[in-house]
């Protein structure tokens, strides 16, 4: 099994541009989210979804955009990218929420915004 | 609203002394909570779990926790630090009371082991 799987690794944006952060999953779990690592802050949640088809906020949805198409692929979609976006990301899947809802996390990606 | 506070943004201990990361929480019900490791440039890996079955949780590389409800507390010892634990470390909680389905992380305790 790969695991969670994150691209790209880095990436640089300038204000203003789009683009689509991929996270997959090939251990068929159902819970799938987003966060976002600021130094000094911890990971703050995105968006989360649990199960295809169903998405929901986290503690800092502005500016993302989630959809859950498939039980493997959790795309992160920025729409106007701005300074304040400079993050490390990370997707995270899990077998369920719950007892058993230890996550396993991806590699992450850095991502800078000019 | 659930939340996690980790005192000490950093730490420091020398090699083969005994590890103590702090964290409390605040839910308005026993809630499930999670240690995880970051080691540089990496994604988070889980040490250890509560999920109300047993207080005292031992997990991976030699880590346990014990969780306190009096206190609202969710500690992480290490009897004898090693180079290799020198990472960051974050408590994080899952509410029962949102159906688990929201998971929030503490601040992270950076972790130094001086040989």
């Known amino acids: 099994n790969a695991g969670v799987t994150q691209t790209p690794k880095f990436q640089v944006l300038k204000t203003g541009q789009s683009m689509t952060l991929q996270c997959a999953q090939d251990?068929?779990?159902?819970?799938m989210s987003w966060y976002r690592q600021d130094p000094g802050m911890g990971l703050r949640l995105i968006h989360y979804?649990?199960?295809?088809?169903?998405?929901d906020q986290g503690e800092v949805p502005n500016g993302y955009n989630v959809s859950r198409s498939t039980t493997e692929d959790f795309p992160l979609r920025l729409l106007s990218a701005a300074p304040s976006q400079t993050s490390v990301y990370f997707c995270?899947?899990?077998?369920?929420?719950?007892?058993?809802?230890?996550?396993?996390f991806g590699p992450g990606t850095r991502l800078t915004v000019t | 609203a659930q939340s996690v506070t980790q005192l000490g943004s950093h730490v420091s201990v020398s090699e083969g002394a005994l590890v103590l990361l702090r964290c409390n929480y605040s839910?308005?019900?026993?809630?499930?909570l999670f240690w995880y490791v970051q080691y540089p440039n990496q994604g988070l890996q889980l040490l250890l779990k509560?999920?109300?079955?047993?207080?005292l949780v031992k997990g991976i590389n030699g880590f346990e926790a014990e969780f306190k409800k009096s206190e609202t507390s969710f500690h992480l010892t290490k009897p004898s630090a090693h180079m290799s634990d020198a990472a960051e470390y974050f408590c994080a909680v899952s509410d029962p009371s949102g159906g688990y389905q929201k998971v929030t992380f503490g601040t992270g305790t950076k972790l130094q082991v001086i040989p």
């Open positions: 509560y999920t109300s079955a047993a207080t």
């Open positions: 251990m068929n779990h159902e819970y």
């Open positions: 995270a899947s899990s077998l369920s929420a719950g007892p058993r809802g230890e996550q396993y």
């Open positions: 839910s308005s019900v026993p809630p499930y």
């Open positions: 979804s649990v199960g295809a088809g169903i998405t």
